[in-house]
């Protein structure tokens, strides 16, 4: 089956630790995003990767930390330096042609900060 | 940057009845306005977008306008379901900026 994955789909952690969320992709997407979802804010951008090795800060980048070494891989890492990261991650990729813009979502990652 | 404001944030109808969302963004350049849709507990997917150089496309029963002049959009659902009860999000962007940016999302509930 094609398609994007995210894991663990739940995930605790104790404050000052830092935590790895995967990301995998075998649709050969170009392009991959990570997105914060918060009650009533909507998805909000992370990170964004157009290219292998290449990636860009989003809206709320802060305390968080990207990698595009393979291009069907982005892992976040959500460092201590993050104030408030209890929320739930979605992952996302998309094919960078001129003529599609869907963005297909991985099942996300729920983080609790205890 | 692109923002992007979505209106209203709950929405209520009867099952048969009509429901619209609108949203409104600023950054001229942008050329691009999808709509997706995450039920509960389910990942966001598409269910149709527009580029500017069209002023509306249906499908279905659902449709979406772009006013550019005015800088908004609005997803119309007619003849509603209770399976269409879920969150819907629009967004905006371009291709030359590589990301799109969501709205703040519209919770729909459909009554039977």
């Known amino acids: 089956d094609g398609g994007i994955t995210q894991s663990p789909k739940y995930l605790f952690r104790k404050e000052g630790q830092n935590v790895t969320l995967s990301c995998e992709q075998n649709?050969?997407?170009?392009?991959m995003y990570w997105y914060r979802q918060d009650p009533g804010q909507g998805l909000r951008l992370i990170y964004y990767?157009?290219?292998?090795?290449?990636?860009q800060k989003g809206d709320i980048a802060e305390g968080y930390s990207v990698s595009r070494e393979k291009k069907e891989s982005f892992p976040l890492t959500v460092t201590s330096a993050q104030k408030n990261p209890t929320a739930f991650y979605l992952c996302?990729?998309?094919?960078?042609?001129?003529?599609?813009?869907?963005?297909?979502f991985g099942e996300g990652s729920r983080l609790t900060v205890l | 940057g692109e923002n992007v404001e979505q209106h209203p944030s709950t929405l209520s109808v009867q099952e048969g009845d009509s429901a619209v969302i609108k949203c409104t963004y600023s950054?001229?350049?942008?050329?691009?306005f999808p709509w997706y849709k995450q039920e509960l507990g389910k990942r966001p997917q598409l269910i149709i977008d527009?580029?500017?150089?069209?002023g509306e496309k249906k499908d279905q029963r659902i449709a979406v306008t772009l006013n550019k002049t005015a800088k908004h959009f609005s997803l119309h659902i007619t003849e509603t379901q209770p399976e269409d009860s879920a969150v819907y999000f629009c967004?905006?962007?371009?291709?030359?900026?590589?990301?799109?940016?969501f709205g703040k999302g519209t919770k729909l509930s459909v009554k039977p």
């Open positions: 996302a990729s998309t094919i960078e042609t001129r003529n599609t813009g869907e963005l297909f």
């Open positions: 649709l050969n997407h170009d392009a």
């Open positions: 990767s157009q290219i292998v090795n290449d990636f």
């Open positions: 950054d001229s350049a942008s050329n691009y």
């Open positions: 527009i580029r500017s150089n069209v």
């Open positions: 967004a905006g962007g371009a291709r030359s900026q590589g990301n799109l940016i």
